[in-house]
C-alpha cells in the first residue's frame, strides 16, 4: 500500500499535513528540523529518530515526573496542552510523553494479542491518523517512535476522522490490529491528544489508566536523549477513501432509489459545516459524488488553528452560522461536525437546530421506527419531557452516567444480557449505534438522518426531518455552572470526589429538604452514579449524583446533577426545572445549605454559583 516517491525526498515536520512515505532504497540522507527531532535515514529501511525534553534522573522514578503522565488520562483518551498560548496551563503533551504513551500502547496490544491467541505474535499493525491540528506532524513522529520501540508496524493514514481509525481496522484490505487518533476534539488549536481503538472499539478507562501508568514509568526513568531505532517503517495509506466508499454503499443500499440507484441523494440541497476539522470529506467524497448540492457548504478547509468558530455542534456560533446558510440557500438539512468528526449536529429545512435532546429525540423516532421496543441509552443530563418522547413511541429510556464510554458501555452490556438496545447517546452528540459497531461516528448519525430525509421524500412527505421531534417538549429552564477546584494539579481529582461524596452523604441524611436520589427503572445511585445493582457494576471514571427535586407547592419539578470533570480540575453543575425559578431557587439552596454549610466551599471556586444564586438567568 505504501506509495512511492523520489529518493532525493524531504519533508517538513511545520507542515499541518504529514506527506513523508518511508520507502526503501539503498543510500543514506540526514533531516534536521527545528522541533527538536533528529533523522538517519538510512535507506536500508530503518530510521533512527532522537527526541528531547526529559531531565536526566538517571533510575529514580520521581512521583512529579510520573504524575506529568498520569495527568494526561482523560478518561478513555489522552489529552494535553500541546503548544504554548494558553493562560496558565503549560505544555505537558510534549514528543517524550506521546513517544512513551504511544509505546505503552504497543506493548499493551501486543500483550493482549498474545494472551487471546496463546502465543508469541509477530508483524503487529497499528494505524495513526490526525486531525488538522498544527502540533499534530510534530506528534506524529513521537508515536511513530514509541510504537516502533514495541516492535510494532505502523501506517499513517494522515488526515483522518476518528471513526475512520476505528474502522481501519475491520475493513479489508486493511483490518489493522489497533489504532491511534490524534486528536483533542473541540478543544482549542494548543490541545492535543490520542484516542486508542482495537477490533473491538475503543479502549476503557482503566485500560487508558494502565497504558498510562507503564508510559509514566518509562517517561520518569528515560535519559535526556532517547535513541530509537525504526526497524519498521511508517508507511503511508490511504484508508478514507474506503471508508467513504463504505459510506455512500450504505447510503445507496438502505434508500434503494427506485429511478436513481447511484445517486439518491440528487434533488437535495445538503449544508456541510466541518469547522475546518477533518470533516470536509464528507462532502466531495460523500454527498457530491450521491447526487446532492454541497452549494453553500462552510469551512470545508482543514485548518488547524480553527479560525472561523470551535468546530463543536453544541457550539452556538457554529450553529448559527450553519442555519444562516441553510435558510439562505433553501437548503433542506444542514450538518454541523467536531473536529474529528465522531460528533455531529444538524440543522432542519426550516433553519432549526437539532442537538442535545433534540438530536438524541431524532435518533430515537428513527430507530425506534426501524428497532419497535428498543432500549435506548442516554446520560442523566437528558430532560424528563425526553423520556415521556421515547417511551410515547414504544422504547424503553436508560439514565447512565455522564460520558460517552460510559454510555457506550451501558448499551453494549445490556445487549450482552438480552435488552435489545440500538441507539446510545450522549448529550454532547456522542452517539452509537448497535448496527454500527457500538462506534461513536458522527458521519453515521448523519448518515441515518439523510435516509430517513429521503425515505420521507420518496412517502410523499415535504416537512422534513424536524417534523419527527415536533412534539418534543423542552425544559422551561435549565443551567450549567462550573466550580473551579482549588488545589495542586496531583490532588485535584481527590478534592472533587471529596466534594461529590459529601454532597451524596447530605442528600441522604435529608439536609437539603425536597431533594432526593434519583433513580431509572431496576438501576439505583450506587458508588457515584446511576449503575446497575448487579456483582460488577462498571467501574467509577468519575464521581456523579443526580437528585430529583420537590416542593410542597409544584411537587417534583426539576433534578439538579454534579458531577467531577474527567477533562479538567472542576465540578459541573446542571439543573433543569419545569417551573418559573426553579434553577434559581435549586441554585439558592445549594449554596446555603449545601456549599457553605458543608465547608467544600475552602477549596472550590463557587463564583458562577454565587452570581447565578444571586442574578437568576441573567447572571
Given at each position: 500500500?505504501?506509495?512511492?516517491?523520489?529518493?532525493?525526498?524531504?519533508?517538513?515536520?511545520?507542515?499541518?499535513?504529514?506527506?513523508?512515505?518511508?520507502?526503501?532504497?539503498?543510500?543514506?540522507?540526514?533531516?534536521?528540523?527545528?522541533?527538536?527531532?533528529?533523522?538517519?535515514?538510512?535507506?536500508?529501511?530503518?530510521?533512527?529518530?532522537?527526541?528531547?525534553?526529559?531531565?536526566?534522573?538517571?533510575?529514580?522514578?520521581?512521583?512529579?515526573?510520573?504524575?506529568?503522565?498520569?495527568?494526561?488520562?482523560?478518561?478513555?483518551?489522552?489529552?494535553?496542552?500541546?503548544?504554548?498560548?494558553?493562560?496558565?496551563?503549560?505544555?505537558?503533551?510534549?514528543?517524550?510523553?506521546?513517544?512513551?504513551?504511544?509505546?505503552?500502547?504497543?506493548?499493551?496490544?501486543?500483550?493482549g494479542l498474545q494472551k487471546q491467541q496463546g502465543y508469541p505474535v509477530e508483524n503487529v499493525r497499528v494505524s495513526l491518523g490526525r486531525d488538522p491540528r498544527i502540533t499534530g506532524a510534530k506528534l506524529s513522529v513521537a508515536v511513530f517512535a514509541g510504537l516502533a520501540r514495541a516492535?510494532?508496524?505502523?501506517?499513517?493514514?494522515?488526515?483522518?476522522?476518528?471513526?475512520?481509525?476505528?474502522?481501519?481496522?475491520?475493513?479489508?484490505?486493511?483490518?489493522?490490529?489497533?489504532?491511534?487518533?490524534?486528536?483533542?476534539?473541540?478543544?482549542?488549536?494548543?490541545?492535543?491528544?490520542?484516542?486508542?481503538?482495537?477490533?473491538?472499539?475503543?479502549?476503557?478507562?482503566?485500560?487508558?489508566?494502565?497504558?498510562?501508568?507503564?508510559?509514566?514509568?518509562?517517561?520518569?526513568?528515560?535519559?535526556?536523549?532517547?535513541?530509537?531505532?525504526?526497524?519498521?517503517?511508517?508507511?503511508?495509506?490511504?484508508?478514507?477513501?474506503?471508508?467513504?466508499?463504505?459510506?455512500?454503499?450504505?447510503?445507496?443500499?438502505?434508500?434503494?432509489?427506485?429511478?436513481?440507484?447511484?445517486?439518491?441523494?440528487?434533488?437535495?440541497?445538503?449544508?456541510?459545516?466541518?469547522?475546518?476539522?477533518?470533516?470536509?470529506?464528507?462532502?466531495?467524497?460523500?454527498?457530491?459524488?450521491?447526487?446532492?448540492?454541497?452549494?453553500?457548504?462552510?469551512?470545508?478547509?482543514?485548518?488547524?488553528?480553527?479560525?472561523?468558530?470551535?468546530?463543536?455542534?453544541?457550539?452556538?456560533?457554529?450553529?448559527?452560522?450553519?442555519?444562516?446558510?441553510?435558510?439562505?440557500?433553501?437548503?433542506?438539512?444542514?450538518?454541523?461536525?467536531?473536529?474529528?468528526?465522531?460528533?455531529?449536529?444538524?440543522?432542519?429545512?426550516?433553519?432549526?437546530?437539532?442537538?442535545?435532546?433534540?438530536?438524541?429525540?431524532?435518533?430515537?423516532?428513527?430507530?425506534?421506527?426501524?428497532?419497535?421496543?428498543?432500549?435506548?441509552?442516554?446520560?442523566?443530563?437528558?430532560?424528563?419531557?425526553?423520556?415521556?418522547?421515547?417511551?410515547?413511541?414504544?422504547?424503553?429510556?436508560?439514565?447512565?452516567?455522564?460520558?460517552?464510554?460510559?454510555?457506550?458501555?451501558?448499551?453494549?452490556?445490556?445487549?450482552?444480557?438480552?435488552?435489545?438496545?440500538?441507539?446510545?447517546?450522549?448529550?454532547?452528540?456522542?452517539?452509537?449505534?448497535?448496527?454500527?459497531?457500538?462506534?461513536?461516528?458522527?458521519?453515521?448519525?448523519?448518515?441515518?438522518?439523510?435516509?430517513?430525509?429521503?425515505?420521507?421524500?420518496?412517502?410523499?412527505?415535504?416537512?422534513?426531518?424536524?417534523?419527527?421531534?415536533?412534539?418534543?417538549?423542552?425544559?422551561?429552564?435549565?443551567?450549567?455552572?462550573?466550580?473551579?477546584?482549588?488545589?495542586?494539579?496531583?490532588?485535584?481529582?481527590?478534592?472533587?470526589?471529596?466534594?461529590?461524596?459529601?454532597?451524596?452523604?447530605?442528600?441522604?441524611?435529608?439536609?437539603?429538604?425536597?431533594?432526593?436520589?434519583?433513580?431509572?427503572?431496576?438501576?439505583?445511585?450506587?458508588?457515584?452514579?446511576l449503575v446497575d445493582t448487579n456483582d460488577t457494576p462498571a467501574s467509577i471514571d468519575a464521581h456523579m449524583y443526580r437528585v430529583k427535586v420537590s416542593d410542597d407547592e409544584h411537587g417534583e419539578h426539576g433534578w439538579f446533577h454534579i458531577r467531577q470533570s474527567i477533562h479538567n480540575?472542576?465540578?459541573?453543575?446542571?439543573?433543569?426545572?419545569?417551573?418559573?425559578?426553579?434553577?434559581?431557587?435549586?441554585?439558592?439552596?445549594?449554596?446555603?445549605?449545601?456549599?457553605?454549610?458543608?465547608?467544600?466551599?475552602?477549596?472550590?471556586?463557587?463564583?458562577?454559583?454565587?452570581?447565578?444564586?444571586?442574578?437568576?438567568?441573567?447572571?
Amino acid at each position: 500500500m505504501a506509495t512511492s516517491i523520489s529518493p532525493n525526498f524531504s519533508t517538513n515536520l511545520q507542515n499541518s499535513t504529514w506527506k513523508t512515505n518511508f520507502p526503501s532504497f539503498p543510500g543514506k540522507k540526514s533531516l534536521h528540523t527545528k522541533l527538536g527531532f533528529s533523522f538517519s535515514v538510512s535507506f536500508n529501511k530503518s530510521i533512527s529518530v532522537k527526541s528531547y525534553g526529559t531531565e536526566k534522573y538517571g533510575e529514580v522514578v520521581v512521583d512529579e515526573e510520573m504524575d506529568k503522565i498520569r495527568r494526561l488520562q482523560n478518561g478513555s483518551d489522552v489529552r494535553g496542552v500541546a503548544l504554548e498560548g494558553e493562560k496558565g496551563r503549560a505544555v505537558d503533551l510534549t514528543p517524550p510523553a506521546v513517544e512513551a504513551i504511544a509505546e505503552s500502547f504497543g506493548e499493551w496490544v501486543i500483550k493482549g494479542l498474545q494472551k487471546q491467541q496463546g502465543y508469541p505474535v509477530e508483524n503487529v499493525r497499528v494505524s495513526l491518523g490526525r486531525d488538522p491540528r498544527i502540533t499534530g506532524a510534530k506528534l506524529s513522529v513521537a508515536v511513530f517512535a514509541g510504537l516502533a520501540r514495541a516492535g510494532c508496524m505502523v501506517f499513517n493514514m494522515g488526515l483522518a476522522t476518528t471513526p475512520a481509525c476505528f474502522m481501519s481496522t475491520l475493513l479489508p484490505p486493511f483490518i489493522y490490529d489497533a489504532s491511534i487518533m490524534m486528536t483533542a476534539s473541540h478543544l482549542p488549536y494548543t490541545r492535543n491528544g490520542l484516542k486508542f481503538f482495537t477490533r473491538r472499539g475503543g479502549l476503557t478507562s482503566p485500560e487508558v489508566e494502565e497504558i498510562c501508568e507503564k508510559a509514566a514509568r518509562k517517561y520518569a526513568n528515560r535519559l535526556a536523549k532517547v535513541s530509537t531505532l525504526l526497524n519498521v517503517l511508517p508507511i503511508k495509506v490511504d484508508f478514507m477513501s474506503t471508508y467513504t466508499k463504505h459510506l455512500r454503499e450504505i447510503i445507496k443500499e438502505k434508500v434503494n432509489h427506485p429511478l436513481n440507484y447511484d445517486t439518491p441523494l440528487q434533488g437535495f440541497q445538503i449544508i456541510v459545516n466541518a469547522g475546518n476539522g477533518s470533516g470536509g470529506f464528507f462532502t466531495w467524497d460523500v454527498l457530491d459524488k450521491l447526487g446532492a448540492d454541497t452549494f453553500g457548504s462552510l469551512h470545508l478547509k482543514p485548518d488547524g488553528m480553527f479560525p472561523n468558530h470551535i468546530p463543536n455542534p453544541e457550539d452556538k456560533v457554529a450553529m448559527a452560522v450553519t442555519r444562516a446558510a441553510v435558510l439562505e440557500n433553501s437548503a433542506d438539512l444542514g450538518i454541523v461536525f467536531d473536529t474529528d468528526v465522531d460528533r455531529s449536529g444538524v440543522v432542519d429545512n426550516k433553519g432549526n437546530p437539532i442537538n442535545g435532546d433534540k438530536l438524541i429525540a431524532l435518533m430515537s423516532a428513527i430507530v425506534l421506527r426501524e428497532n419497535p421496543g428498543s432500549t435506548i441509552v442516554t446520560d442523566a443530563r437528558t430532560s424528563m419531557a425526553l423520556t415521556r418522547f421515547i417511551t410515547d413511541r414504544g422504547g424503553q429510556h436508560c439514565l447512565y452516567r455522564v460520558g460517552y464510554r460510559n454510555v457506550i458501555d451501558k448499551g453494549v452490556q445490556l445487549n450482552k444480557d438480552g435488552i435489545e438496545t440500538h441507539l446510545m447517546m450522549e448529550t454532547s452528540g456522542h452517539g452509537a449505534l448497535r448496527e454500527n459497531h457500538f462506534l461513536d461516528d458522527g458521519a453515521y448519525m448523519v448518515l441515518k438522518v439523510i435516509i430517513e430525509m429521503v425515505r420521507m421524500k420518496l412517502e410523499g412527505s415535504d416537512e422534513g426531518i424536524g417534523s419527527l421531534i415536533q412534539d418534543l417538549e423542552e425544559p422551561y429552564e435549565s443551567a450549567e455552572l462550573r466550580m473551579n477546584i482549588i488545589s495542586e494539579p496531583r490532588y485535584a481529582k481527590a478534592k472533587g470526589s471529596e466534594a461529590v461524596e459529601t454532597f451524596r452523604n447530605y442528600i441522604e441524611e435529608g439536609r437539603l429538604k425536597g431533594w432526593e436520589l434519583d433513580s431509572c427503572g431496576d438501576c439505583w445511585v450506587s458508588e457515584g452514579c446511576l449503575v446497575d445493582t448487579n456483582d460488577t457494576p462498571a467501574s467509577i471514571d468519575a464521581h456523579m449524583y443526580r437528585v430529583k427535586v420537590s416542593d410542597d407547592e409544584h411537587g417534583e419539578h426539576g433534578w439538579f446533577h454534579i458531577r467531577q470533570s474527567i477533562h479538567n480540575p472542576n465540578i459541573a453543575l446542571n439543573l433543569q426545572s419545569s417551573i418559573q425559578g426553579g434553577c434559581w431557587s435549586m441554585a439558592r439552596a445549594f449554596r446555603d445549605e449545601f456549599l457553605k454549610a458543608s465547608g467544600v466551599d475552602t477549596f472550590l471556586d463557587i463564583n458562577e454559583v454565587e452570581k447565578f444564586a444571586e442574578n437568576g438567568p441573567i447572571a
